[in-house]
């Protein structure tokens, strides 16, 4: 089957992030430039600008590719007819594998306010969505006695520090997988919710697996 056009430029784009992500941890975010990239890939720099105007278009790019992900991954839990703590869990963990492994340069996720306004805006309207969606399952967890009262405002907020840092420190390749990181994280921060004395049965992996986009699935 021929690839498209469209198929094939998004394929290349992808590349080029996986590259980016390299420079990005080794150079900081902020010093890495479209030259490094290019390099990182071997191909000339005029090249990359045919598929990134210029590295805040990359970085758009990345955090666009990112809630889209993101934001799949918090409708496919919304349709789980499942207590909001298990929710909450695989929402966490599932946060953490697409950032860690699914979506490449995804340290970029980091940096709204490195864009400008025509960027900025779009992009932060579908961030304070997904946070609605973390926000939405602490409420039901409170409402429904799973978790302890508190405000769900501060709670998201504490849960997506925590998961969008993974970027910052993990390695791939390292001790542990971004999946067994996701499903460890997941556990301390919805433990972190429950009533005093109440347990947590973490979901299995495979509801996990089940809920991630098919490319980081085995």
């Avoid at 973390?134 to 009262?149: C, K, M, T």
């Avoid at 499903?183 to 299995?204: I, Y």
Wanted: aromatic residues 6%; without cysteine.
């Amino acid at each position: 089957m021929t690839t498209a056009p469209h198929d094939r430029a998004l394929e290349r784009k992808r590349e080029i992030l996986a590259a980016a992500s390299k420079v990005f941890r080794a150079k900081g975010l902020q010093a890495a430039g479209m030259r490094d990239i290019a390099a990182e890939l071997g191909m000339a720099v005029g090249n990359l600008y045919y598929y990134f105007r210029d590295k805040e278009d990359l970085l758009a790019f990345v955090q666009e590719s990112t809630l889209s992900g993101l934001l799949d991954l918090a409708a496919r839990v919304r349709a789980l007819a499942a207590p909001a703590d298990a929710r909450l869990f695989l929402q966490t963990a599932g946060h953490v594998v697409l950032l860690n492994e699914g979506t490449p340069g995804s340290l970029a996720h980091l940096e709204v306010e490195a864009l400008g306004e025509a960027h900025r805006r779009p992009i932060q309207a579908r961030r304070d969505e997904y946070e609605r969606s973390f926000r939405q399952l602490i409420e039901d967890g409170v409402a429904s006695g799973v978790f302890r009262p508190v405000d769900s405002k501060v709670a998201a907020l504490v849960v997506l520090g925590a998961v969008n840092w993974t970027v910052k420190w993990f390695r791939p390749g390292g001790g542990m997988s971004a999946r067994d990181i996701g499903r460890e994280t997941a556990e301390m921060l919805v433990r972190g919710l429950l009533p005093p004395g109440a347990g947590l049965t973490p979901p299995p992996a495979a509801a996990l697996l089940s809920l991630i986009a098919p490319e980081t699935s085995p």
